[in-house]
């Protein structure tokens, strides 16, 4: 069982206009996941400054940043970031480039939790869909190409308004789309922007979007989260000593 969540923070910049790291901080602890995937976390421009710090979240939370930033006062890859709790293990993580006229990325981690190994992978696409249809192929092909697969999620702000769009059936042939609700804009939400995708080996038990009082002011998305339930399968134990050795030999 686990709690995965995302959130498309804007900066911690609110729809009152200001910037308050606290107050996102705040919904996030609020949500109470296990894992949650962030957007728009570090600033565009210049260093790409995280607008979370780590010492920050350190004292308001109970999650850890996966270093998965190539810059110092970062805590993401284009602006996606992954936040897990303390007692959950970091295994291995990636950056992901996809193709785009945008600054955008994807980035992956394979975590241990609850004893069980799982890979999450955490996006923000296109607004162009020719670019989403790329992307997500490109997404699928990189995540494919281990030598390994674990039971993975992908989350995020897919930048997608309709269900039945044709980038999402790109997903459908290895896992499962979920729309957890309604998440912008915030003050009055009319598009379910943010996803949950899990493969066969995940059952979605509950999902749905965090409404609470401060998370209608803290950006102009509201998070989205599901609780899972990981189906054990014959080939966990395999999974399990086939990532076991990829480390020793990294």
């Known amino acids: 069982m686990l709690k995965i969540g995302s959130y498309n923070i804007q900066k911690s910049i609110g729809v009152d206009g200001r910037r308050r790291p606290e107050r996102t901080l705040q919904v996030l602890t609020e949500m109470d996941c296990d894992i949650i995937a962030l957007q728009e976390a570090d600033k565009r421009f210049g260093p790409r400054e995280t607008t979370l710090r780590p010492e920050l979240i350190a004292e308001k939370t ?3 940043p996966v270093p998965i930033a190539t810059r110092e006062a970062s805590i993401g890859w284009h602006g996606n970031a992954i936040l897990v709790r303390n007692t959950v293990s970091i295994i291995d993580f990636k950056r992901l480039e996809l ?6 990325g994807a980035v992956m981690a394979d975590l241990k939790i609850n004893g069980s190994l799982v890979r999450v992978a955490a996006m923000h696409l296109s607004v162009i869909a020719t670019y989403r249809k790329r992307q997500i192929s490109s997404l699928m092909h990189q995540l494919h190409s281990h030598t390994y697969d674990l039971p993975t999620v992908l989350v995020g702000d897919l930048n997608e308004w309709w269900d039945t769009a044709t980038s999402l059936k790109l997903f459908r042939s290895h896992y499962e789309v979920t ?3 309604k998440s912008f804009p915030s003050p009055m939400p009319l598009a379910s922007l943010d996803r949950i995708v899990t493969s066969p080996e995940f059952s979605v038990l509950e999902a749905g979007v965090h409404r609470s009082k401060t998370a209608r002011v803290a950006s102009d998305h509201l998070p989205v989260w599901a609780r899972l339930k990981l189906n054990a399968g014959p080939d ?5 000593g086939k990532t076991d050795a ?3 030999a990294s």
Do not use: V
């Open 236 to 240: 966990d134990a395999d999974a399990a």
């Open 179 to 181: 729309s957890p609700g």
């Open 62 to 64: 109970d999650y850890k």
């Open 99 to 104: 193709p785009t006229l945008e600054p955008r």
């Open 246 to 248: 990829a480390q020793t």
